[in-house]
DNA sequence: CAGTATTTTTTCGAGGCTCGAAAAAATAGA
DNA sequence: TCTATTTTTTCGAGCCTCGAAAAAATACTG
């Protein structure tokens, strides 16, 4: 239902937009921001200095930059890192980490456990997030007042409100709302995002000149994940995270998923399908549970030596991956696309049969002119994702409240 | 780039709410339209009270439901038909159509056309299309002031700001900028709009409730198209006009599509697609060029009487788009769908394969509860969808002006 | 049939926001 | 030290929305 614009909401965008141009630019001046946000010098003034008032932004003396122009040099507004903190668990495959960050974005204190994931009951698994996040918010070493949001990430699938785990290959466990929890918990708004989501912020954060309106990100790891950019915008299903490009149909029939189906992309292109293949193993083989990522790259080794099984597996693996970028694009269009994960660092293996296989396709026409950057560790872009997502989240409703969560819907017609 | 807010855009953003209520709602009184935009009476009051002096509503008096209750009655407010009218154009496989539309939405004039436009040259292609608007421009029999506005829809691939047609399969010419050459010529403001994304525009007008903010029209006919609406937005790709499910892969390397690459699933799912199963040609055979509509109801009707390869073939389609949507459903997760065109008709046909495909996938889980519509007719569809869209643009750039393309574009993260 | 209750719509003053112009501040060059 | 230049702040004007109250228009009631 499309709303109006209140008065008071002018205020408020406003203001939210002047934060994110600090965020974004580092120290921009006042100048700067009335330039970029197209707002006029007074209003500027006006809401920075409201902003420093309030202890979220602060002058940054150090005007490093000898100023070279002459005139009353510009003074760069900057983030104050005490104005906040947020927190970031990333849970991952036998694997837990959390990380608290100052408003200006440092990592001030984090800590990384080991479990089973895949065998723990469910009230362990919970109890094992709860119990982590609090040694954290109690750490006396900590001088932060308080967190003002926590920011969950795990591999698998989540609702579209970003609310809940439904099903991850992590656990056999399904729909535990760990927002919910969390926020019961701890009394601290949370979220709980999708991994490959999470990469896709922290890349367009990192690298905004490549990864800005229209991106892919592609995990290639046990499974294959995807996090997407569209038209600036995070893109996620009608109902869950979405995006599921490795549980694409790339042979109706075909390998043996981990999902249970059959002739998804990630039954071709998953560590657990290279290794299947590299070892000869039936399609129908059921997918092992984990191959460590020593295993992979020993594999990624033995395929650059020699032309056996194990470069046909990869070979498989680029075709698959190649023949499901083909579907996508019919659908998107090119885009840049990011791989990232284990496997990306075998991505000159998987590399010449993925292109063979675009060039089939929709995408085909444009296939020289994608291109391919690889990232081969995850796990820090996840929580660099995590930890961007609950600071703008502090920006834009905690320190600009009341700002409505969607500006009035346009029509289609 | 995020922009700020303007103290001026807020009058017109929410002027332009007021008459987006309005067409939306059909006669609705000062008080719903203050309840549904969340605006002021006052505010209401005010901007109406300007949006009749300026003759774009009118007070529809005949207050025809008498009043049940007590107090002073409501007085409805319409859009006046005569505050603009619009031209729709519609170019399909030797067809050509046009249309003028008043303000309400009402069709005041029309005129169709057969040409060749397989074997037309680019001029002459574009020669028709000039003369049969410029013909309706100056019908003396039409009482209107001006039109506004110019709507083109066309089969195949537009560029994704709505101004070119870059690839069509109704003719062998590509890249024709058929907005700026209507602009051009009769200096008012064209779009050059996919075919498909009309149909789903025209669906959401005709039954909000069912297409609202999720759904999928899919174009069954020569070609296979997807008009999809995704939170409430139509959804482009990056480049063009995008969302092309009949050339997502369904088998690598498969049949012979009219792309001329192979496995599209329209090269399984298309009327030459059926009609070549139906044969029992190879997959290797060229598609033929059309098969007209009478010629696919024969063969619906031979499918339904007997087991042959008539039915295998509707199954053959089936399969193909039930695996194709499959994986559409992994990247956007199930919505509804609406099956549009002439082997809409023969959904029956279509529709075991297509459940039993879709089982097998990601969409599997909800198989049963995801719901076809048909609708055999997809000309008055596009052209509802042609309409609606230019009536859209002239509601919210003339008479909402100044008003700025996107709302500040929110942070990713 | 006049008076009252009820609902819709308009009017009016208050408050808040952005803007442009002008002033103030801060620096480099002369 | 003075002047030119650039950034930032100040201040009044002009809009816009809002809430409260008034006005308008109808149904009920005795």
Redesign the pocket.
Known sequence: MSV?????D??????AMVISAVRRAGQP????I?ATT????????????DL?QEGILSESKA?EA????????????ALNPEAAAVLTVVLSLNFLSVAVIDYAGQVIAEEQRRLDTLTMPRDELIGECTAIVRRRLEDPDLDVQSIARIALAIQGITDSHARAMLWSPITPQTNIAFADILEGEFGIPATMENDCNMMAVALRWRDPDRYRDDFIAILLSHGIGMGLVLKGELFTGTHSSGGEFGHMIHRPGGALCRCGRRGCVEAYAGNYAIWRNARQLSENAEPVADVSDADMRALAARAREADGPEREAYRRAGEALGFGLGSLFALIDPAPVAMVGVSAGAFDLIEPALREAIAQTAGGQHSGSISFDTEPNELPLIREGCAMRALSFVDQEIFAPGIQAKPGKKDVA
């Open positions: 109006g614009i209140r008065h008071d002018l205020r408020r965008r406003n203001r001046s006042r100048t700067e009335a197209g707002l006029s010098h007074s209003t500027i003034s006006a809401i920075s200095s420093i005007s000898v100023s070279l122009k002459r005139g009353r040099p510009q003074v760069g507004l």
